[in-house]
């Protein structure tokens, strides 16, 4: 077996390597649904290994009839074209196949919050910021300095190795974490790399749904406004009916991996937003419609259906408490995001070695953690039997100002990476 401590040996002396493909990926602009520019940068790579990688654009056609899938509010923006997953498989031996990787979108910024350039990478002393660099691009790139120094270590993996560069994770991954696996690229397990803080191991995510509450109201001038009945004052009728559910469910809904490596989740393992109201065309109307969306997430433990009766339910007492709304109650839609939370099973062997590895490379202790966001790892459990864990890099400001992680992070998380691969697949003698 390769030791260790010659992994991690090859793999630092190509920080520099590792911090100018960082700043390739940090440059190219990927928000969800504009993902190309950063996956050529990764097939660019990929091709300098002697990789022939797998490049094709997700179709919503082929995908449509999965128990997993659900129109993604990117793909009705944008389609699929021009957004392509990227695989490349390093062949080895006839043990296991391990899957590593994640995902090249991101989110917008808003560039007057920020401090720095976001799609440059800023380097100060061993802190890295720029968008991506934490969520996930650093750890794309992690694996593939974990790839580069396996092959120049001359290391036959036991097994297949499987990288992974996926679209549409920040808006559900149906094109992109699921598109892979429907392809045939289903492993015997996975490693994704989000910024997990190693050596902790994430081995859950959240169930996240988006919904429409379109609530009616009575049109007429405000001159006679006596005669109308405002839609935004109904709104906020069905508003506080979810605020209170909010807080029912925060009070009655527990998930300690959720809060074990951020005890300040404790008490907020679930949350129930409303994003944006619409109403309204003139100041001298009472609006006949207002239109509120919202987000609700949750850790394992419930189901979807169970969920959207809670929240249908809120709605509809809401409405039967009010004299007007009682006659005129209303609708809640379900859109975008409709995704099951997920968790792995940690008395399985392959988050177990994963976790292990992880402390073996850190010398520090982990935790299982994770429910509180909704992540690609849940197609691999739910509908194809893998487990699939989260290794990766500290990270700060995820999906913020000023995003960034540090280089011996993703040093660590390279070092992980590759040896959770030598373990696992075996070394071809």
């Not at 910021?129 to 790139?141: E, N, V």
């Not at 951020?262 to 309204?280: D, M, Q, S, W």
């Not at 809640?332 to 792995?344: I, K």
């Not at 691999?380 to 864990?389: K, S, T």
């Amino acid at each position: 077996m390769v030791a260790q401590d010659t992994l991690a040996e090859t793999i630092e002396s190509k920080e520099s390597d590792l911090v100018d493909l960082l700043g390739d990926l940090v440059a190219a602009k990927t928000v969800t649904g504009t993902e190309a520019p950063g996956q050529e940068v990764i097939i660019g790579r990929l091709e300098k290994m002697n990789l022939d990688p797998d490049v094709w654009e997700p179709s919503a056609d082929e995908l449509a009839g999965h128990e997993g899938y659900f129109e993604t509010s990117s793909y009705e923006a944008y389609g699929y074209e021009d957004r392509p997953n990227v695989v490349a498989r390093v062949e080895g031996g006839d043990g296991p196949t391990l899957a590593i990787g994640g995902h090249i979108d991101v989110v917008d910024v808003t560039e007057d919050e920020w401090t720095r350039d976001p799609w440059a990478l800023t380097r100060e002393g061993d802190t890295l910021y720029g968008r991506g660099s934490a969520d996930m691009k650093g750890g794309l790139t992690a694996c593939l300095i974990a790839m580069e120094a396996l092959d120049s270590l001359g290391i036959e993996l036991g097994g297949d190795l499987l990288f992974q560069s996926t679209v549409e994770e920040e808006d559900g991954g149906v094109g992109g974490a699921l598109s892979v696996l429907e392809r045939g690229y289903v492993p015997d397990a996975a490693v994704i790399a989000e910024p997990y803080d190693l050596p902790n191991v994430g081995v859950a995510s959240a169930g996240v749904m988006y919904f429409r509450v379109e609530v009616p109201g009575k049109s007429v001038h405000a001159a006679w406004g006596h005669e109308g009945v405002n839609a935004i004052g109904n709104a906020a009728t069905v508003y506080r009916a979810l605020e209170e559910l909010d807080a029912e469910r925060k009070a009655r809904i527990d998930y300690e991996p959720a809060y074990r490596a951020n005890p300040g989740l404790k008490g907020n393992v679930t949350n129930l937003n409303i994003g944006t109201i619409e109403a309204g065309d003139w100041p001298s109307t009472l609006p006949s419609r207002a239109v509120l969306t919202g987000r609700i997430g949750w850790p394992p433990g419930e189901s979807r259906a169970e969920v959207r009766s809670q929240i249908e339910e809120a709605v509809a007492e809401a409405a039967a408490n009010d004299e007007w709304l009682s006659d005129h109650p209303p609708t809640v839609e379900w859109y975008g995001w409709q995704a099951e939370p997920h968790e792995v099973n940690t008395d399985h062997e392959f988050p177990n070695l994963a976790k292990r590895v992880s402390e073996d490379v850190t010398g520090r202790s982990g935790s299982f953690v994770g429910g509180n966001a909704g992540l690609d790892e849940r197609f691999y459990e739910l509908y194809y039997d893998v487990d699939a864990v989260s290794i990766g890099p500290a990270g700060a400001n995820l999906h913020g100002a000023d995003e960034h992680t540090t280089v011996p992070a993703l040093l660590e998380t390279a070092t992980a990476i590759a040896s959770i691969a030598v373990e696992y697949c075996g070394v071809e003698e």
